[in-house]
């Protein structure tokens, strides 16, 4: 007999089974079908789903179901995104819900589906439907592991993370190369808790702890079709926290899940901290510092591990006049030193060792008392290489 | 006796005198220096600047002088934007327009000034100002063509265009490569016309033009601190034409050379023309052809020559809700091959031929009945070379 594995991700607090297996979707012959199961006693659920204004099946099904506030379980998929593929399309959707509903034995609108993978073409559904089944038949509360092996794509390592606190926990995985994969672009992330809590404080504590994690990584600003981050409890714990210590615990889970998106993002050579400080308000600083994370000249520099302060001033320049700064005030600290002061040369920037791979950039509007942090990567040859040379 | 070289770019209608010389501003001893003088009668005059919030010393020069509506004479130079670099840089600007101001015989306030090159560093003063000197020294009604290869940063060829209409001609001469070029992404361009025109109409003429064709070029959406277009009128044809004849004329002449621009874009293996058509405003379409000619995953999928419409869809998805559209009824065409039919997929890909320099998609949103056309470039391995090694 050996040991059982530890419960962890998914599987991490009390309540919930889950399995990954492999049902021939991904011609790379790896785990493609995860399935996560709530066995309460409790089935409340939020989720937040793409701003993209094209949706996948599945992001359509989650945006029907959600509202009720109660789902019993989460059925992912990699090997294919069931995106832009129409009515047909959507009917596959359905179609895994009903069969998960069937073998977990609760009602198809209680399922959860996800999918990640190339746009555009409709999912093998026989080789699906077989996966839900063998998914279904391994679900174990040790299979929080095998579940995040699943979902990845280009993933070079498995996501998962949990949190404990005072007797209840918060657990979860995640996929995605932090936006840097072409038609694998999706991050999809599964939360669980065995705290006691009702859909809308599952709700505001997980729109809370998205807003100032995933929502601030951007590697390339290409929002995928298929985003998903769900929360679901079980209450199989007893423990009712305050709202705010279930909303600090989510959000440090989000934390640590989206440091592993943004590590592990495809092509990077370099991690990449934007704090842009002393804004008017927080959603300027966001602002500001995603125009930078997205700015190809910033990234590019990056990776030719260049503290070119210009080309960052010049990314800053391009947010509109709704954004509060006087150009002539800004300056720009890269890991530690300040090359630019006042808008123009500041410190030596042969000070600057651009050589670690994470680098951090401080932005001072000198505006106002607001912070925010942005999260990217660099822009390498890989980069273009991955997503040029991906086949479709 | 050799012939004289023909009168082309700026010097293409009558009166005006242009000259390149090499002043040393560039490691590279190549021409950096151009002046452009108006000889008259007239002196009218018009500019665009930069959008950028960030502006380098000339375009703030350009911003107090334009008002006038009145410039006798032009000085650009390669080798150093001049931005980014405080009062101090200013100064060196007015010391270049007064220099220029004396040498012409005219006021400062009447000459423009324009520089490109590396943000953040002074420029060398004694020997710009000698240049000054020397491009004073070679003026000539057959130095268009000096003056356009003066001007050159990373580009591989000089850029004139000129078009003349009934007794009156419109001339330029353009500088940039498609914005694919670091700290050297800056377009300049300078347009001359021998027709008579008032200040303001030259105005409404240069803004109708390059709103419909410098500003739908978009390689990297990387706004430089120091775009500047600036159109001149001499007045010596005698001939006034209807200012929508001039518009059409000086709009023509734009589209000669921002073709010219994205067909010398660095690192570029594809010029792509982005098509968006059935669209409730034009504006709309412009906004769907921008969100898709600045998606890094669209820009490496037609590098790797990859009619991946999935990620064309996926950026059309990205454009905020103010852009009516149903994405369910969005037909994409690659290179005449409607791939993307209803937001799903369409006719067989395999039909799509990639492999000439151009290419071009037709997204029709079916919403409306206005249309746009951005272009744009593929993103290359030569792009993150050119971008990442480039020396500051």
């Known amino acids: 007999m050996t040991a059982p594995a530890p419960r962890t991700g998914v599987c991490a607090p009390e309540g919930f089974r889950a399995a990954g297996v492999t049902a021939g979707l991904k011609a790379s012959g790896t785990p493609d079908v995860a399935l996560v199961v709530n066995t309460g006693p409790d089935f409340s659920a939020a989720g937040v789903l793409t701003g993209n204004r094209v949706t996948a099946a599945p992001v359509r099904w989650c945006r029907a179901v959600l509202p009720a506030g109660r789902l019993a379980a989460v059925v992912l998929n990699s090997g294919g995104a069931n995106a832009c593929t129409g009515a047909a399309g959507y009917a596959d ?19 959860a589906v996800a999918s990640t993978g190339l746009i555009g073409e409709r999912l093998p559904m026989a080789a699906l439907l077989a996966g839900c089944d063998a998914a279904a038949a391994a679900l174990s509360p040790d299979g929080g592991a095998a579940a995040a092996r699943a979902i990845m794509t280009t993933d070079t390592v498995p996501k998962t993370a949990s949190v404990t606190e005072n007797g209840w926990t918060v657990g979860g995985m995640a996929k995605g190369a932090g936006m840097l994969a072409p038609g694998l672009a ?10 006691v809590a009702d859909a809308a404080v599952l709700d505001s504590a997980l729109r809370a702890a998205t807003r100032v994690t995933f929502d601030r990584i951007d590697s390339d600003g290409a929002t ?8 679901l409890s079980s209450g199989a714990s007893g423990v009712r926290p305050d709202p705010v210590a279930l909303t600090a ?38 602002t500001v510092g995603r125009a930078v994370a997205r700015n190809n000249l910033v990234k590019t520099a990056f990776f030719g591990q260049d503290p070119n302060w210009g080309r960052i001033l010049a990314a800053v320049g391009t947010v509109d006049a709704s954004v509060a700064f006087d150009p002539d005030q800004v300056d720009v600290a890269v890991n530690g030193v300040w090359i630019c002061r006042g808008g ?22 000198h505006a106002g008392t607001e912070t925010a942090t942005v999260r990217t990567n660099d822009l390498s040859h890989a980069y273009v290489h991955e997503n040029s040379a991906y086949s479709t």
């Open 344 to 365: 123009a040369t500041g410190d030596d920037r042969s000070a600057v060792d651009l050589t670690p791979r994470r680098a951090h950039v401080v932005i001072d509007l």
């Open 186 to 195: 999706t991050m999809l992330v599964v939360l669980t808790t065995d705290a």
């Open 224 to 231: 995928s079709t298929n985003d998903t981050v769900l929360l």
């Open 93 to 111: 959707t359905v179609a895994t819900a009903e069969r998960v509903a069937g073998l977990v034995g609760v009602a198809p609108d209680e399922v």
């Open 249 to 286: 615990v989510v959000t440090r889970v989000c934390t640590d899940l989206a440091g592993q998106l943004i590590a592990d993002a495809e092509g990077a050579t370099k991690e990449i901290e934007i704090e842009v400080v002393h804004a008017v308000t927080e959603d300027d600083a966001v």
